[in-house]
């Protein structure tokens, strides 16, 4: 009898030979349906334009399709391998903005509709872009908005290299379309609240217990959230003379709106529908920056599974709380443009080895598609869920501490902090508050992913985040610490 995962593999090879013989993507094309009916950015257009003036201060930007063209394992809940996408509800892009000061310093900013990019793969795709356009890879942030329905890059399925290939092209092609667009600009920022469209996941339920709501399970009234919620957006403007303007958003919320609906749909989530909305009116080029988005999810006021269809409200309501941020922004005064690495070690999280024998017989369970008798034998060992016993296995046998890399990028009087976590949106507000500069964008999901990074007061309450997190409890005080040390460090500098 055939398993499951070898009729995949025989499913995606027939498909693999399908693709190669039509020459065209198998999944189907959805662009103008209800479901995308905001036009696409033009950005993504090959309009000619004429050079722009990059004799002084100047901004670019550029944007690539990464949307995969053939059924590939979607990352985001668990095992990818059973979870082969089906349809292509939104697209997936890389976006890219270039920063040039007057002495033609220059950074590049990626966003990638990913949930994540591991250093591997992102230092191999900052490698080609320095090939082609000359710019240091050390000179180049990458940052995943974090959906739950995009490819997963560790896949071992056919197609799954075809689609990496692609995204590789894709950044280069992002890249240099961003330094052909480069024009003389002011930089404007500011604030906004998107009231209650996000919330701290983690809380205390009525009649006794926690909850983390990950799942979109219905956990029972709210009595109190485990710490204070960080509803705030952060928006730089590159006001350009010849072109449209740029404009950078940064906050902090989990988009698996739409993986929890069908998880078999490729899409770039609410973030998504806000970059169409946003440029819908064709007056600016929008780029998202996900924040501290460890224990930040979206705010439903619907229930069970259907909560999960309100993806594109919540993508317009974030658009009309940026356009509101847009009307009152201030400028600053251009500067120089620096980048700073620092590499720190910590402490791995090596709680519960002793339940690995046990945790090995769930991942297995798990790993063979049976998630129904791996929940039971949870319960049976004292192993808090699926994903934990994935976490006991995998960091067994790891050394007592692990490596990453942390960056700071200043634009003048403002700065962007960069970690490679889902960190909690209490440590990113504390590294906001404590920051030197003017203005401070916190991007979490950038450079790597090294998973979650709690605070320290919330690991008594376990949970999800806490009992898969790969470093050890004090991690996230040490890696604020040390982004206000580079802050500092940049700040001295100026």
Known sequence: MKTKSSLTLLLALALLLTGCASGSPILPDLTGTAETDVPESAATEEAVLPPGDTSGFCAGVGRADITPENSVPLQGYGNVEYRLSERVLDPLYVTCVAVRDEEGETVLLFNLDLCGMSRENADKAKGLASEDTGIPADHMITNSTHTHSAPSFTSD???????????????????????????????????????????????????????????????????????????????????????????LANWQCHPHRTGGSNKYDVSAD?????????????????????????????????????????????????????????????????????????????????????????????????????????????????????????????????????????????????????????IFCQLEKELREASPFAFTFSCGYSNDTQGYLPAYDCFPNEGYEVCITRYARGTGEAVTAAQIELLNELYATA
Not at 169 to 179: E, G, M, N, W, Y
Not at 384 to 411: H, M
């Open 270 to 422: 609410i973030i998504g529908t806000w970059r169409k909305n946003a440029e819908a009116d064709g007056d600016l080029i929008f780029a998202f920056f996900q924040g501290g988005a460890g224990n930040e999810t979206p705010f439903s006021r619907l229930s069970g599974e259907v909560r999960y269809t309100d993806y594109r409200d919540i993508g317009r309501a974030l658009n009309e709380h940026m356009r509101e941020g847009l009307s009152h922004m201030t400028e600053l005064p251009a500067g120089r443009v620096r980048v700073l690495w620092k590499t720190m070690e910590a402490p791995y999280n090596h709680a519960n080895e002793d339940k690995l024998p046990q945790a090995q017989e769930i991942a297995t369970l798990f790993a063979n598609n049976d998630r129904a008798g791996a929940d039971q034998l949870c319960a049976v060992y004292g192993i808090s869920s699926v994903y934990e016993a994935r976490s006991i296995v995998n960091r067994a046998g790891r050394p007592e501490t692990g490596s990453f890399s942390l960056a700071g990028v200043v634009i003048g009087e403002i700065a962007v902090a960069a970690c490679p976590f889902e």
């Open 157 to 247: 399925n056919p197609f799954t290299a075809r689609w990496i290939m692609k995204v590789y092209q894709s950044f280069r092609k992002a890249a240099s379309a961003a330094l052909a667009d480069l024009d003389a600009c002011v930089i404007e920022v500011g604030k906004t609240d998107t009231d209650r469209l996000n919330f701290v996941r983690r809380y205390y339920r009525e009649g006794g217990g926690f909850a983390t709501d990950h799942g979109g399970k219905d956990t029972g009234p709210i009595v109190a959230h485990e710490s204070e919620n960080d509803p705030e957006m952060r928006l730089i403007r590159f006001v350009r003379e010849n072109r449209k303007d740029i404009v």
